[in-house]
């Protein structure tokens, strides 16, 4: 320990190596894979089952939400590194969500204006609804 409190460099490199391997092979997506695929060894045995590819992908929009929930708060706390990072989790299940691309626009923003965007987005949500209603 007192090595590595001298060591800042050395500390922060293993930790940037800790943080990129969790990133690649630990997430709840991989974690809910694993998963499935030992229930699937346990079915094989007994019955064939064959793959599931739009069980897959479901999966995968419905982690790029969760994701998504995660990067909402973390701007909001003007955490923007960590917004940053779980942003590119939730692309990597789903590039194709449009809200992915709004998140990475108001990372480019000052923080200070973001009391100013959200009240004119819940003017617009309510604006919607009196429209809807119309």
Known sequence: VK????????????AKNGWKKCMENYTPYHRMLNVFNEIE????????????KK?????????????LY???AFILAG??????NTL???????PLNLKLYLYYML??????????????YKKLKQFKKVIYNF
Request: hydrophobic residues 35%; contains cysteine; glycine residues 0%.
């Open 55 to 67: 069980f897959e992908l479901e999966m995968k929009k419905n982690y790029c939400k969760y994701y």
């Open 107 to 120: 990372l480019i923003i000052p923080y200070s204006l973001y009391s100013s965007l959200i009240s004119a």
């Open 88 to 94: 590119i989790l939730a692309q990597k299940n789903n």
């Open 41 to 52: 060894k346990e079915n094989q045995k007994r019955v064939y089952i064959t793959y599931n």
């Open 3 to 14: 090595y590595y409190l001298k060591n800042e460099k050395e500390r922060r490199e293993i």
């Open 70 to 72: 995660f990067v909402k």
């Open 79 to 84: 955490n923007k590194k960590f917004a940053f």
